[in-house]
T-cell receptor
């Protein structure tokens, strides 16, 4: 089955700096890679996703890159703000809504003033 | 959008009792729903895949007789924790994807179960 590793487990940055979270996956058949943000006691919220037919996707301050050959993908947050503080999870899956997500272990991001 | 609700949002029960958690897709039909368990400061661990009209598929190590899943319609899946024990205390979250849609999973708000 799929195995997703995520680093770092905790990340502290100053407001305005950039944050980068990296994930690797094991199953070369995986082709959909979402990123979720989870605040304490709340549901994971999809913030960005990427499919294997593209190498990069950007949405305002958030971007994701994918290297299929190396089987790793990364989340980039620029101009971080205190409200970006949360736990971020990467995930990998195959196509279709019946395909189960395998989550990374999570990164606790703290944005300090 | 795609909204998933869960009920109850939290429940406290005595050891040995059973607890039912409902997961509903409010504005879309979900042929498949997923149930996750999340312990404090840990990641989401998939427990089972719930298929409308058929038996659920359980992940390795998850007892199907303890965690009963029923997916009676395209908008409702239920998880029943039978004979709950303190070690079952956790945050249970469901997710679903649109039937015929792509890969995006939409998560419910979660149910915090505390077993005394």
């Amino acid at each position: 089955g799929e195995n997703v590793e995520q680093h770092p487990s905790t990340l502290s940055v100053q407001e305005g700096d950039s944050a980068v979270i990296k994930c690797t996956y094991s199953d070369s058949a995986s082709n959909y890679f979402p990123w979720y943000k989870q605040e304490l006691g709340k549901r994971p919220q999809l913030i960005i996703d990427i499919r294997s037919n593209v190498g990069e996707k950007k949405d305002q301050r958030i971007a994701v890159t994918l290297n299929k050959t190396a089987k790793h993908f990364s989340l980039h947050i620029t101009e971080t703000q205190p409200e970006d503080s949360a736990v971020y999870f990467c995930a990998a899956t195959g196509t279709g809504t019946a395909s189960k997500l395998t989550f990374g272990t999570g990164t606790r991001l703290q944005v300090t003033l | 959008g795609a909204v998933v609700s869960q009920h109850p949002s939290w429940v406290i029960c005595k050891s040995g009792t059973s607890v039912k958690i409902e997961c509903r897709s409010l504005d879309f039909q979900a042929t498949t729903m997923f149930w996750y368990r999340q312990f404090p400061k840990q990641s989401l661990m998939l427990m089972a895949t719930s298929n409308e009209g058929s038996k659920a598929t359980y992940e390795q190590g998850v007892e199907k007789d303890k965690f009963l899943i029923n997916h009676a319609s395209l908008t409702l899946s239920t998880l029943t924790v039978t004979s709950a024990h303190p070690e079952d205390s956790s945050f249970y979250i469901c997710s679903g994807g649109r039937a015929g849609g792509q890969d995006t999973q939409y998560f419910g708000p979660g149910t915090r179960l505390t077993v005394l």
